[in-house]
């Protein structure tokens, strides 16, 4: 993971915090981010059998494509190895780990389950905030991507659809992501200690410049 990749989060709400790290400060953290979301991968798609959610849109019969490597932005790269269309779209704040739990992240034995580590820390670290709750974007500033600070969000996105591609399968592509979300939201509801969402994106709600709001 390079610093260029890391900044194009949205929110940034730790800014401040990792500019003020020294480059070797960085490297470290960014070693750590890394870890843990291959770590919290491995653990939610087995407590949420994201895999299976995955294999829906893989096998959709509208056809639809994995948006190429290139044009993926930050979070759904992190996928790579593990989803193709779905992703993780929480940030991950790994400065509120303590000491012991960064050292784990920096000596990490293959050989050694981790669930019970993500499972004790994923909320301090996956929440916008620990110590209250209020809704924020993430995000284009629209009410569409409007959610609460203390949620586990799934995002989904597959390569934009031209003109006829959009229209030939319309129908058939509605009835599929429909039913989709449906079974997303039903089959994962009390999985976890905290709420989990499903948010579509595109083109245009990864857009860095959309999202920051500087066109």
């Not at 960014?30 to 059998?49: C, G, H, R, V």
């Not at 993500?118 to 670290?125: A, D, L």
């Not at 995000?139 to 229209?167: A, C, H, M, V, W």
């Amino acid at each position: 993971m390079i610093i260029e990749e890391y900044n194009k989060r949205f929110p940034r709400r730790n800014e401040k915090y990792f500019e003020m790290l020294s480059n070797e400060e960085k490297e470290i953290y960014l070693k750590m981010y890394l870890n843990y979301s291959n770590l919290l991968y491995m653990y939610l798609i087995k407590k949420l059998d994201l895999d299976k959610f995955d294999n829906l849109l893989v096998t959709s019969k509208s056809n639809l494509k994995e948006v190429v490597e290139l044009e993926k932005d930050f979070y759904q790269k992190l996928a790579k190895g593990y989803l193709k269309y779905l992703y993780i779209r929480n940030n991950l704040y790994i400065e509120r780990l303590s000491d012991s739990e960064k050292e784990v992240l920096l000596n990490i034995d293959k050989q050694i389950n981790y669930d019970n580590f993500i499972e004790s820390t994923y909320q301090k670290v996956m929440f916008e905030s620990v110590e209250e709750v209020f809704n924020l974007c993430y995000g284009p500033d629209s009410t569409s991507f409007l959610k609460p600070s203390n949620i586990i969000l799934i995002g989904y996105r597959f390569q934009t659809l031209n003109k006829k591609e959009y229209d030939e399968n319309y129908d058939i592509r509605e009835k599929e992501l429909a039913y989709f979300e449906m079974m997303f939201q039903t089959l994962t509801k009390e999985k976890l200690n905290c709420p989990v969402y499903l948010q579509m994106y595109d083109n245009f709600s990864t857009d860095m410049e959309v999202v920051d709001g500087s066109l």
